[in-house]
């Protein structure tokens, strides 16, 4: 009898060091996180202490304690850093934790009106975890189909083709925008029948 997993996708892959790789997404929660909190310090103080507090909400990530500093966006940034450096040194976070984190710097990249800025590596896997677990709506939408992010260069899915920036799909599929990624424009045709 022939041996048919040789020709399974995975069977035949180079193998290499694989050490590194981890479902441990705290880096990458702590690193957006970080980020944000520079977002938060060229805020105004009262805007910035309301966006802190609604971040580590969404989040779900507790407040560090408070220090001495209170108040202005510098104490607002800081709860932020202080949360991102728990968030490095504690407990393992997995998909769940940096997709509540993706839902909070969306929210965040809306409230001030800039565009968001995520990694194709997040963008990616909070988009294909939400896609297996958000409210059924959603779920629906994309159901079927290929998902393709055009700017962040990953796809998930088999069927028709559904297309839009990696953001813009991570924040449908995480409930923060209303918008579905689309079929793709088609193309006019370039040539002519001649008769």
Known sequence: MPDLGRFLPLSNRPHGDESAVTADRRAQLADLI?????VLAA?????????AGEY?????????PADDVIGGPAHSAALLERAAATVRAGRRRGIR???????????LAAAIGSPPRLPPTVTGAVALYAAT??????RAVVAGHTVRADDDGW???RGPVLAGNGAD???FLLGVSDR???PPARRPATGTLEG
Do not use: K, M, N, Y
Request: no cysteine.
């Open 180 to 182: 579905p990624p689309q």
């Open 43 to 51: 805020l105004p103080a009262p805007r910035a202490a309301a966006l």
């Open 34 to 38: 970080a980020a944000d909190a520079g």
């Open 133 to 138: 677990s958000a409210p059924f709506d959603r």
């Open 169 to 171: 799909i991570a924040a």
């Open 155 to 157: 796809e998930f899915g």
């Open 97 to 107: 934790a940096l997709a509540h984190g993706v839902r909070a710097h969306l929210r």
């Open 56 to 64: 580590l909400t969404t989040a779900r990530i507790d407040p560090p």
